[in-house]
């Protein structure tokens, strides 16, 4: 693909009768993730072949390609065995042993070599010594890849470094997938959003006005009402139009922590049965695919889908809760969800999540974010102000810190905090392995207890009381509303004409 990509650039410049040896000034090629890494090895070859000498070829192609980082999970970053590439690259194998070299000879820091001492080959070393820009895509996140992550590289290029947060098109997450918002918007601030995002911000001279928020309202029952009637006919599920909708959709890993939603409704449901009851029904929907060889994932899915059966076929319980695991999750849910959620669940170890952009999409919706200071849900605490967004958690410095230190042990929470206790147990109790499988759920068990990878533990508390009052906030209902009006009207920054328009100014500098 890669070289394919080169060859359509190469027509090109030959149509314009450019000489290569000025590539950089007429392309840019901005390496998205790791995954197309092998266009830089792919361009050297393709210019020696245009008759440019090894070097000079290089100087060109580390003036022509920028690289964008997406995650610090180092296990996401790619490495590949040197073996595997001389079976699929054969030709490219002398270039990135020639780069490997030039590399080593100025910075002989293993930490920074692209060919290890196993020999494998590691993708995002290449991409940061050849590229003249590298960037991170929420402002945490930069700073995290500058300051631990990739510090050794930062010391030797500061000035590659930059950040560019992560936009979402309100093309498809505003117009398309709430044409109802979309109407109202228009009526009350012109259409000029729709071309401009920033305009949105009109919207935040109306956040006492509460004809407007109760329009907001109704918009809101709109959407639910759509959803819970694809829910009914897709799912089987019946969800109560005057329950709090409180969403987590995304990819299922465990950092991004979905099993702690899962201990908190398991705490909800323990005190039902005990006698302690939400003011209003609240449903628990939740979406996303594992990779399938991720078995704790699996795990974690399966958890859900026994709370599922287990609450929503309680009559003494589903009167309060319900939950729903939404089948396929995919852009097509999504776009029917995000516009029906008062909550959007953003509940990832501070430090873990690069960006998200699922945080923008419900914010544009007007859902209140319950989140930790992790990827752009600092920016979204920066942009609507404390009282419209629920933080909770430890923060990534101290997260960082505890990984260092090796110093965080899951089992001291479990055993020193009966609250904790209680719920972690009952994923193994008669009820649930009744519904599910014995072994999963003990393999659960055991991860939650032995390791933990993720901290769960370290933020359950102070997550079940945050969201204890959200929950409690959200009767208050034109206080609510008014929150729900600011995240909507500071929004703007998050559209991808934002995010295009700086890669534009800083990086590719396209004169339009
Ligand atoms: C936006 C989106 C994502 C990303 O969600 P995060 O919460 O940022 O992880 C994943 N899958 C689909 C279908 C999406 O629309």
Same mark, same amino acid.
Request: glycine content about 4%.
């Given at each position: 693909?890669?070289?394919?990509?080169?060859?359509?650039?190469?027509?090109?410049?030959?149509?314009?009768?450019?000489?290569?040896?000025? *590539?950089?000034?007429? @392309?840019?090629?901005?390496?998205?993730?790791?995954?197309?890494?092998?266009?830089?090895?792919?361009?050297?070859?393709?210019?020696?072949?245009?008759?440019?000498?090894?070097?000079?070829?290089?100087?060109?192609?580390?003036?022509?390609?920028?690289?964008?980082?997406?995650?610090?999970?180092?296990?996401?970053?790619?490495?590949?065995?040197?073996?595997?590439?001389?079976? @699929?690259?054969?030709?490219?194998?002398?270039?990135?042993?020639? *780069?490997?070299?030039?590399?080593?000879?100025?910075?002989?820091?293993?930490?920074?070599?692209?060919?290890?001492?196993?020999?494998?080959?590691?993708?995002?070393?290449?991409?940061?010594?050849?590229?003249?820009?590298?960037?991170?895509?929420?402002?945490?996140?930069?700073?995290?890849?500058?300051?631990?992550?990739?510090?050794?590289?930062?010391?030797?290029?500061?000035?590659?470094?930059?950040?560019?947060?992560?936009?979402?098109?309100?093309?498809?997450?505003?117009?398309?997938?709430?044409?109802?918002?979309?109407?109202?918007?228009?009526?009350?601030?012109?259409?000029?959003?729709?071309?401009?995002?920033?305009?949105?911000?009109?919207?935040?001279?109306?956040?006492?006005?509460?004809?407007?928020?109760?329009?907001?309202?109704?918009?809101?029952?709109?959407?639910?009402?759509?959803?819970?009637?694809?829910?009914?006919?897709?799912?089987?599920?019946?969800?109560?139009?005057?329950?709090?909708?409180?969403?987590?959709?995304?990819?299922?890993?465990?950092?991004?922590?979905?099993?702690?939603?899962?201990? #908190?409704?398991?705490?909800?449901?323990?005190?039902?049965?005990?006698?302690?009851?939400?003011?209003?029904?609240?449903?628990?929907?939740?979406?996303?695919?594992?990779?399938?060889?991720?078995?704790?994932?699996?795990?974690?899915?399966? +958890?859900?889908?026994?709370?599922?059966?287990?609450?929503?076929?309680?009559?003494?319980?589903?009167? #309060?809760?319900?939950?729903?695991?939404?089948?396929?999750?995919?852009?097509?849910?999504?776009?029917?969800?995000?516009?029906?959620?008062?909550?959007?669940?953003?509940?990832?170890?501070?430090?873990?999540?690069?960006?998200?952009?699922?945080?923008?999409?419900?914010? +544009?919706?007007?859902?209140?974010?319950?989140?930790?200071?992790?990827?752009?849900?600092?920016?979204?605490?920066?942009?609507?102000?404390?009282?419209?967004?629920?933080?909770?958690?430890?923060?990534?410095?101290?997260?960082?810190?505890?990984?260092?230190?090796?110093?965080?042990?899951?089992?001291?929470?479990?055993?020193?905090?009966?609250?904790?206790?209680?719920?972690?147990?009952?994923?193994?109790?008669?009820?649930?392995?009744?519904?599910?499988?014995?072994?999963? +759920?003990?393999?659960?068990?055991?991860?939650?207890?032995?390791?933990?990878?993720?901290?769960? *533990?370290?933020?359950?508390?102070?997550?079940?009381?945050?969201?204890?009052?959200?929950?409690?906030?959200?009767?208050?209902?034109?206080?609510?509303?008014?929150?729900? +009006?600011?995240?909507?009207?500071?929004?703007?920054?998050?559209?991808?004409?934002?995010?295009?328009?700086?890669?534009?100014?800083?990086?590719?500098?396209?004169? *339009?």
């Amino acid at each position: 693909m890669v070289s394919n990509a080169v060859s359509l650039i190469f027509s090109e410049m030959e149509a314009n009768n450019y000489s290569f040896n000025n *590539l950089h000034k007429h @392309v840019v090629i901005q390496i998205n993730d790791t995954h197309p890494t092998l266009v830089i090895p792919e361009l050297i070859s393709r210019l020696l072949l245009k008759g440019l000498t090894i070097d000079k070829a290089i100087d060109i192609v580390s003036q022509t390609v920028a690289y964008t980082n997406h995650t610090i999970l180092a296990e996401a970053l790619e490495k590949w065995p040197l073996k595997y590439l001389e079976k @699929v690259v054969p030709s490219l194998i002398d270039i990135i042993k020639y *780069l490997d070299a030039k590399a080593k000879k100025v910075y002989p820091n293993p930490d920074l070599a692209i060919i290890d001492m196993d020999n494998i080959i590691h993708m995002a070393h290449l991409d940061i010594h050849y590229s003249f820009s590298v960037n991170g895509v929420a402002a945490l996140h930069t700073e995290i890849l500058k300051n631990s992550e990739l510090h050794n590289f930062n010391k030797i290029y500061p000035t590659k470094f930059n950040n560019k947060t992560n936009g979402i098109t309100f093309r498809r997450w505003l117009l398309h997938s709430n044409p109802e918002l979309t109407r109202y918007l228009e009526g009350l601030i012109s259409s000029k959003f729709k071309k401009d995002a920033l305009a949105l911000k009109q919207l935040a001279n109306y956040s006492n006005d509460t004809r407007v928020l109760n329009a907001l309202e109704n918009i809101k029952q709109t959407k639910k009402q759509q959803f819970i009637d694809y829910a009914r006919t897709h799912y089987n599920v019946e969800l109560p139009l005057n329950s709090i909708f409180d969403v987590q959709i995304k990819r299922i890993h465990e950092y991004k922590r979905q099993q702690m939603n899962a201990l #908190y409704i398991i705490h909800k449901y323990l005190e039902i049965k005990s006698g302690i009851y939400p003011d209003r029904p609240i449903s628990f929907i939740f979406g996303g695919k594992a990779a399938p060889a991720y078995k704790i994932a699996k795990h974690i899915i399966h +958890l859900i889908l026994c709370l599922q059966q287990l609450i929503n076929n309680d009559k003494d319980v589903n009167k #309060y809760i319900k939950i729903l695991f939404v089948e396929n999750y995919n852009v097509t849910v999504a776009e029917k969800l995000i516009p029906a959620a008062d909550i959007s669940e953003q509940i990832s170890l501070a430090s873990k999540e690069a960006s998200g952009t699922g945080n923008m999409k419900f914010m +544009l919706n007007g859902a209140i974010t319950l989140g930790t200071m992790d990827g752009a849900n600092v920016e979204i605490a920066e942009l609507v102000g404390p009282k419209n967004i629920y933080i909770f958690g430890k923060d990534s410095n101290t997260i960082i810190e505890l990984y260092q230190t090796n110093s965080y042990k899951s089992a001291d929470y479990y055993n020193n905090d009966p609250v904790i206790k209680q719920t972690v147990d009952f994923i193994i109790s008669r009820q649930i392995i009744a519904l599910g499988n014995q072994q999963k +759920l003990t393999e659960l068990f055991n991860e939650l207890v032995g390791k933990d990878l993720f901290m769960t *533990l370290i933020d359950l508390n102070h997550y079940i009381k945050v969201k204890d009052q959200a929950f409690k906030d959200y009767e208050n209902r034109l206080t609510w509303l008014n929150k729900s +009006l600011v995240n909507i009207a500071n929004a703007g920054y998050f559209s991808s004409d934002r995010t295009i328009a700086q890669y534009n100014k800083d990086i590719w500098k396209i004169n *339009l």
